[in-house]
């Protein structure tokens, strides 16, 4: 959103929602930024020596599929205590809930179940969102472990896509 608002793009949000149901007023300008974002991938990956690559922002699921999932290579330090912090950070986010949930049942009567507080519903949703993404980004990594031979890459494609969100995939 924050390249599309520099661009110009306008935005309308209704005044008591939240921020992330907003709708952006100007698709043709939203297309020509994804179309952009998805060339500059596209010629970055086109110099490893795929025997082709495309950009695209609608991909049919399985149009480019020929099994070369490349193989398998450990991880990089980096890459390791990130995936570990990843898995750090979504253990503690679903004892939180959990603890959310446990509070919530505390409360409970023998005749009324207790409901969440308007805060605990906020936090909830707030902690669901945090492991999506978390778990993107550990999707992400683990995919990023996987190297293409050149024999391979001289018969296998690359199709550049985005997510919903904006997210090179």
Request: charged share 40%; proline share 2%.
């Amino acid at each position: 959103e924050e390249a599309y608002v520099a661009a110009g793009g306008q935005v309308e949000q209704e005044l008591f929602k939240s921020a992330d149901m907003s709708r952006w007023l100007d698709p043709a300008l939203a297309e020509k930024l994804a179309q952009e974002k998805l060339k500059a991938e596209a010629a970055k990956i086109e110099a490893e020596g795929f025997l082709f690559v495309e950009a695209a922002i609608d991909v049919p699921h399985g149009k480019y599929v020929d099994g070369n999932l490349g193989q398998p290579r450990k991880p990089t330090a980096e890459e390791k205590a990130a995936l570990k912090d990843i898995a750090d950070k979504l253990k503690a986010l679903r004892a939180e809930y959990e603890g959310i949930e446990k509070a919530c049942a505390a409360r409970d009567t023998e005749d009324e179940t207790a409901e969440y507080t308007e805060a605990e519903q906020d936090r909830m949703v707030a902690i669901e969102d945090e492991e999506l993404e978390l778990r993107d980004a550990s999707e992400r990594l683990e995919d990023g472990l996987r190297e293409y031979d050149d024999k391979a890459k001289q018969k296998s494609g690359v199709v550049v896509t985005l997510s919903s969100d904006g997210r090179l995939l």
